[in-house]
C-alpha cells in the first residue's frame, strides 16, 4: 500500500499508483489539466455536430467557443481566486499558477456566458438559441472535468463511510484544511498508512451531470421554445449542485459570510429557471394542447 493508491472499499475497488502528473522530457503535466483538456476537445466536437445537425454555420460556433472557452477558464479562475483570496493575496503569482486546481465551474459559465454573448453580439446571432446548442457540450466538459478533482484528492466531500464512499490517503489530500474533524475521528490505518473516509462528490457531480446529459438530449428533439434546453440546464444542474455542495468540505464562502456560495447561485438558478420555463410552458399551453391532440 501507498500514499497514491485510491480505494472504495464497500465496492472492492484498489486503484494503486494513481499519480497527479505525468513527466514528459522533464516537465510535469498534471493530469487535472489533461483531464480538463480532453473533456473541452469532447465538447468542441458535439457542439459542432449539434450546429451542423440544426444547419447552423460552423464557422461561426467556432468563434463561439473559442471565446466561450477562452473566457470560461479566465472565470472560472477569477471567480476562485475572489473568493479564496486569502490563499493568494501574500504570493499574487501563484494566481497564474492552474497547473494544480483552482478552477470554479460557476466562474466558468458565467466567463462562458459573457463569451457567447460577446460573439453573438457581433454576429447578430440570437443568443438563446446558441445558448441551447452549445449547453450539452457545456456538460461534457464537466462531466469529464470533475474527474481532474479525482487526480487532484481535492473537492471532496465530509466523512462518509457508504456504499460509494471513497478511502484517500490524509498525506496525499491537496489542502489538509480540507480535512474535517470527523474524519479524523475515523482514520483507517492501512499497512501503516492513514486513510481519510469520504463523500466522492467529484463522481456524485459527474455522474449526476450524466444524467442531465442524456435527458436534455431527449428533451432537445421535443423542444418548443427558444431556451428551453438552457434553462432546463441550469435547473438540473443548480438542483444538482444545491445538494452535492452542501456536503463538500472546500465551500467557497460569499465574502464576510458563512454562506456558501455556490450554493447560493445554484437557489438563484433553479428559481429563475423555473419562472422563465412556467411562463413560457404556460404561455404555450393551448398550442402545445393543440399539437398533442391533432
Same mark, same amino acid.
Given at each position: ?22 513527466? =514528459?522530457?522533464g ?25 451542423k ?13 473559442i ?5 470560461? =477558464? ?9 473568493? /479564496?483570496?486569502s490563499?493568494? %493575496?501574500?504570493?499574487l503569482?501563484n494566481?497564474l ?12 459559465i ?10 453573438? !453580439?457581433k ?49 496525499? =489530500? ?45 428533451l %432537445? ?25 452542501s456536503?463538500?468540505?472546500d ?18 438558478? =433553479?428559481?429563475? /429557471? ?6 413560457h ?7 402545445l394542447?393543440? !399539437?398533442?391532440?391533432?
Amino acid at each position: 500500500m501507498s500514499t497514491d493508491t485510491l480505494l472504495f472499499q464497500h465496492l472492492g475497488i484498489k486503484l494503486a499508483h494513481v499519480g497527479q502528473s505525468i513527466s =514528459v522530457f522533464g516537465f510535469e503535466i498534471a493530469y487535472y489539466g489533461m483531464v480538463i483538456t480532453f473533456g473541452m476537445l469532447l465538447a468542441w466536437l458535439f457542439i459542432f455536430y449539434d450546429a451542423k445537425r440544426k444547419g447552423q454555420s460552423s464557422d461561426d460556433y467556432m468563434d463561439v467557443i473559442i471565446w466561450g472557452m477562452i473566457l470560461g =477558464v479566465l472565470g472560472a479562475r477569477i471567480y476562485y481566486v475572489v473568493f /479564496s483570496w486569502s490563499e493568494y %493575496r501574500d504570493n499574487l503569482i501563484n494566481i497564474l499558477n492552474i497547473r494544480q486546481g483552482g478552477l470554479a465551474i460557476y466562474g466558468g459559465i458565467i466567463g462562458g456566458f459573457i463569451g457567447v454573448l460577446l460573439v453573438c !453580439k457581433k454576429k447578430k446571432m440570437r443568443l438563446l438559441d446558441v445558448l441551447d446548442t452549445v449547453v450539452l457540450g457545456v456538460l461534457i466538459g464537466q462531466i469529464f472535468g470533475r474527474w481532474g478533482n479525482f487526480f487532484n484528492r481535492e473537492a471532496f466531500g465530509g466523512y462518509s463511510d457508504g456504499l460509494l464512499s471513497m478511502q484517500i490517503p490524509m498525506e496525499a =489530500v491537496r489542502d489538509p484544511s480540507d480535512i474535517t474533524t470527523e474524519m479524523m475521528d475515523h482514520l483507517i490505518n492501512i499497512d501503516g498508512i492513514y486513510f481519510i473516509s469520504v463523500h466522492p462528490t467529484f463522481l456524485y457531480e459527474s455522474l449526476w451531470n450524466l444524467g442531465v446529459f442524456l435527458l436534455l438530449v431527449y428533451l %432537445r428533439k421535443k423542444r418548443v421554445f427558444v431556451g428551453e434546453i438552457w434553462f432546463f440546464y441550469l435547473m438540473l444542474y443548480g438542483l444538482g449542485r444545491f445538494w452535492i455542495e452542501s456536503l463538500r468540505t472546500d465551500q467557497l464562502k460569499l465574502i464576510g459570510t458563512n454562506i456558501p456560495v455556490s450554493q447560493m447561485l445554484s437557489a438563484i438558478l =433553479v428559481i429563475v /429557471s423555473v419562472c422563465y420555463l412556467g411562463y413560457h410552458f404556460f404561455k404555450m399551453k393551448d398550442q402545445l394542447f393543440v !399539437k398533442k391532440n391533432s
